[in-house]
């Protein structure tokens, strides 16, 4: 039988020695609040995943692009190219990006029902070597991933919702400054 009580030796100028068993088990619970501690800190950096944000999908006719805002204006070519493709985001939106320099994107969702515009309300660039696509989305989802920096500046990965009043931000995980 092992026995399991704590020892403590009088040593030298009548201070305590704690025993190894006692170290043993003061180790075992430094290493158990640890990771207790590490899991708790990931379990609030949960990301948002597509099947969370539903969307329909449309089926009827595809209405041509609206040429409204100055921006729309800015892009009318190329929103007129767009213009009658099947949605491909959100349910009824055809989402399409372009090149805005090195590295760098524009990003527009066409509404396949209204044919309005809603843009993202920045340029996505500099994003990471190992990331293939740097905006990530689904037809059947509003949510959408971008990866690098809005605007040229900060960095990291940002989830944003398509609603009726454009794009929210849900989530950002900013990378750490080197």
Known sequence: MVDTTLHRKRGSFGKNIIGIDQMARI??????????????????????????????????????????????????????????????????????????GASCVTTVAIDAESGRTVWLPFTVCCWDMDVDEPIKFKLGSRLIEIHGSRNEAGGGTYYYTLNNDGFTLIKAIEKPVK
């Open 27 to 100: 180790f075992i619970r430094i290493v158990i609040v640890a990771l207790l501690g590490v899991s708790c800190a990931y379990a609030g950096t949960s990301v948002p995943k597509f099947e969370d944000f539903p969307a329909d999908s449309y089926r009827g006719k595809i209405a041509p692009v609206r040429i409204i805002s100055t921006k729309d204006r800015q892009f009318k070519s190329r929103l007129r190219e767009l213009s009658g493709q099947k949605p491909n985001f959100a349910g009824h939106y055809t989402l399409a990006t372009w090149g805005c």
